[in-house]
């Protein structure tokens, strides 16, 4: 019986590396568990209508966005459904964007604020005021803080790489969407 196992015998350096396999391969399943489950826009029939050239509105159907962010969210999501959305309206330091691609419009800003409203007296939302604070002034067309707004949720979600550093032209904001969605012009 001992020849059978003797013939397994591993060195120090293969152990580590076993050892290193299973740490990753168990947090990798972890993470996975942990991964909010939120809707991932590649590209998404959308139309576009401009507002004076200064606000871009992305249109889509109430139903779907009713479907994407149910009323039961809990805080992380709504975080990174606003973290999303910013992008479409922010430049970031590093050129990069990471996280879902989600249209910002004004459906899904007033879904997002009745989910907090409704979810709130669960004592859930630990980022609740920040949460009201942008999506209010959002839901005025107001986005002139939209790289502020990114920051604060980035860097609550521990953000590293994307910091916001300034808010797009129009013409940036729509190469961004056309870029990310599919577009009925």
Known sequence: MRKIFATFKTTKIQKAAIVVACIGFFSILIYMKVEPDLPVFLKKDVTIAEDGGAIIEVEESLSVIEGEFPLTMNDYEVGEAIHAMSHQKVISKDDEKW????????????RLIEVVETRQHDLEFENESLYFEILNRWSDNDFSQAARDHNHIWYNQGGTIGEA?????????????????????
Not at 99 to 110: H, N, S, Y
Not at 171 to 178: A, G, L, R, S, V
């Open 165 to 185: 550093t300034g808010i797009m032209s129009p013409e940036q904001e729509m190469d961004y969407i056309k870029a990310n969605y599919d577009v009925n012009e």
């Open 99 to 110: 996280g879902a691609k989600i249209p910002l419009t004004q459906e899904r800003v007033k």
